[in-house]
């Protein structure tokens, strides 16, 4: 590829290398191809995105890498494998192999966590499939009082996770208590069962066999993207066990498949135990968490009406 030098200088502008970048992903099919082009140069460069335009331009060493980096994108390797990290709300998280990238429409359930967790002066928040800590570490963040458990059962993720909670916690947030579990398991959390204020989760819930980007289907843990045949093989014993480990009046937040609009909400109204139902869309419309509040008298509820869909 031709390389344009600054003038009076062997450094390429990052303007020519970004076009030439962009061009080459975009030919590769992914998406928004000039703004991962300028996160790439960005980061090579050590700049932030915005001053890009004012960095002084690639030596031929950078060059060589960048253009190594694009070529590894053109591939289809994630963009957070490539710089190291993930943003998520307030946060950028570090992320790799091994563990699931999180995503911006998880942020909404994060943000409906933090809000429902305002209720009660110190909250106990538990965050199941806690994956790269997104959620929890988010919640500790905002809710200074708050204690946060997350819970993960895959040792390539658990890795993930203590290393974020270890650097969030070094940055002056409270500690996240860690627990390495299968949020399946049967006596999952027992010592906590009837005192969590607020359970999140954003599970395994892609239908097996779906299709799926080539950057999920080569690089994220299947075991974080397959729900089972339907997608609902982890959130059916989430929702029995989140039952047993919300106080009445506890709040539950469950990421879904955008097919599972109907499916997830009618699962929390045939439990028995769960009032106030609803489902909530992601950015783009599409129906994407429910949420529901334990019983307030703690016992199971009768045949009535079940859920309806939120707004936000």
Known sequence: ??????????????????????????????????????LLAA??????????????????????????????????????HLTGSAAFRHLEL?????????????????????????????????????GSGAIALSVAQELPAARVVAVEGS??????????????????????????????????LADLAGRVDVLLCNPPYVPAGA??????????????????ADGLAVIRPVIARAAVLLRPGGVLGVEHDDTHGTAVPGLLAADGRYEAIADHPDLAGRPRFATASRRADGQHAGPGPAWQTASS
């Open 43 to 80: 980061y090579l460069l050590g700049v932030p995105r915005g001053r890009l335009a004012l960095a002084d331009g690639f030596t031929p060493e950078q060059l060589d890498r960048f253009d190594a980096l694009v070529a590894r994108r053109a591939d289809r390797e994630p963009l957070q």
């Open 94 to 130: 570090a992320v790799g192999p091994g563990v699931f990238v999180p995503r911006p429409e998880t942020e909404l359930l994060a943000g409906w966590g933090v809000e429902q967790g305002r209720r009660w002066p110190a909250p106990l928040v538990v965050d199941l499939c806690s």
């Open 211 to 228: 299709v799926v980007p080539p950057e999920v289907d080569r690089h994220d843990p299947a075991d974080a993207v397959f729900g089972g």
């Open 155 to 188: 040792p390539a993720a658990l890795s993930w996770l203590r290393r974020n909670a270890a650097s969030r916690a070094a940055a002056g947030d409270r500690p996240v208590g860690v627990v390495a579990a299968d949020v399946t398991a049967p006596d999952l």
């Open 1 to 38: 590829m031709p390389q344009h030098p600054s003038e009076g200088t062997k450094r390429e502008r990052p303007s020519a290398a970004v076009a030439r970048a962009a061009r080459a992903l975009a030919a590769a099919g992914v998406e928004a191809a000039r703004a991962e082009a300028e």
